[in-house]
């Protein structure tokens, strides 16, 4: 098929609507620490959704914003010679490739998540171009994709492709939709711009779409192999990057990685840079990370702590580091509760946090006979 592209900025003086509201209407609202913390976990999706409920554009606007900086690799395996595929936990509105795929709507509106920080970074002739496409040629229908300039971004152009709205019941023709629109990217990079050898695309759909995270990313990476398989060339194209700022998804993209691909030649190469700072496994819709730290400092909702209710706080390490951390009152409310529970029906008490960057810590009662017990077979 073919894929017909914008025709870049210079054509096109006039203002944006989007730019029209945003200078006619917007507030600030501030929020808290604590807030800001959960609403930075979700922030693609709550632009997205207040986009597509109220026609809302929001920022997201926060001094710690360039904490984590630094691209980091973790996974990289060669597909054909000559063309490898990898793993980044990375910006992709700083990531250093020829094209970046967007995750854009049928209208190709840039109002929230990937689409809108792309439309930030690299300014407002993304947007207008893109709305020039749609008066050419009309909406890009779902699985086909639209190329537009790349304004300020580091990239040579963008790739907007346009995922499925995930419907369980009707969950064969998501699957082959974002199938299809990988497809499009990968004919696209290969036969239709031979100027372009490296391509960055993200979980597609797996945001406001609502597709599955841990499937999406096994359609990607399982679509990316078989499409391999079954062509002759690679044009020019040798890095095919998938990348994502969100912890869960990168999890996700490695794991699909790993399962589909085979090893991660990464570990090869001895290259303690490109190993991730995080250990993680993906478990149905959960992320487990394994963290090396100290668990007192950790910032989460709930903190598990093993302790003997005859010793308190006293007896381990890992109490006596929380007790230090959350203050006298923590052991106050601990002993409050077990003065009021018999020792053997209940084996978990709940108290709050305290001091520490935690909202709960679950106390897990741990007879002290069974500690001895071990101590003595580990002899």
């Known amino acids: 098929m073919d894929f017909p592209k914008g ?3 210079a054509a096109y003086d006039e203002k944006s609507e989007t730019d029209i509201y945003r200078r006619s209407c917007s507030w600030q609202i501030p929020i808290n620490h604590d807030d800001l913390k959960i609403v930075k976990k979700n922030e693609s999706q709550l632009c997205e959704v207040l986009q597509d409920k109220f026609g809302c554009i929001s920022i997201l606007v926060s001094p710690a ?6 691209s980091l690799q973790v996974f990289r395996k060669m597909l054909t010679p000559g063309l490898t595929l990898s793993v980044w936990k990375d910006n992709l509105t700083r990531h250093a490739v020829d094209a970046v795929v967007n995750a854009a709507n049928e209208d190709l509106k840039h109002g929230g998540g990937l689409a809108l920080a792309l439309v930030k970074a ?16 009309g909406k890009v229908p779902t699985g086909e994709i639209a190329v537009t300039g790349a304004g300020k971004l580091p990239c040579k152009l963008i790739i907007h492709a346009v995922g499925p709205r995930w419907v369980e019941v009707d969950r064969e023709r998501c699957i082959h939709k974002l199938q299809t629109a990988i497809k499009n990217i990968l004919d696209y990079a290969i036969f239709y711009n031979m100027y372009l050898e490296t391509v ?18 096994q359609i990607i990476v399982e679509t990316i192999r078989l499409y391999f398989q079954g062509v002759q060339t690679t044009g020019n194209l040798k890095e095919i990057h998938l990348v994502s700022n969100e912890e869960p998804t990168v999890a996700a993209f490695k794991a699909a990685s790993e399962t589909i691909l085979g090893m991660n030649e990464l570990r090869s190469w001895g290259n303690q840079e490109a190993t991730p700072p995080f250990n993680t496994m993906v478990m149905s819709n959960f992320t487990v990370h394994i963290v090396r730290g100290q668990i007192e400092l950790q910032e989460t909702d709930v903190i598990v702590n093993s302790i003997t209710p005859s010793h308190c706080f ?12 959350a203050g006298d009152e923590i052991e106050q409310e601990f ?11 209940q084996l978990v008490l709940v108290t709050k946090g305290f001091k520490l960057s935690c909202q709960y810590v679950f106390h897990v009662l741990w007879n002290s006979e069974y500690s001895r017990t071990d101590m003595v077979r580990s002899k």
């Open 335 to 345: 002993k409050k509760q077990t003065s009021q529970t018999s020792q053997d029906s």
């Open 7 to 9: 025709a870049g900025t």
């Open 122 to 137: 690299g300014g407002q002739e993304i947007q207008e171009e893109s709305t020039r496409f749609i008066s050419i040629h």
């Open 200 to 217: 960055a695309i993200p979980a597609l759909s797996s945001g406001i779409f609502n597709f599955p995270l841990n499937l999406c990313t």
């Open 65 to 70: 914003q360039e904490h984590n900086s630094e």
């Open 314 to 325: 006293e007896a381990g390490l890992v109490s006596r580091s929380i007790l230090q951390q």
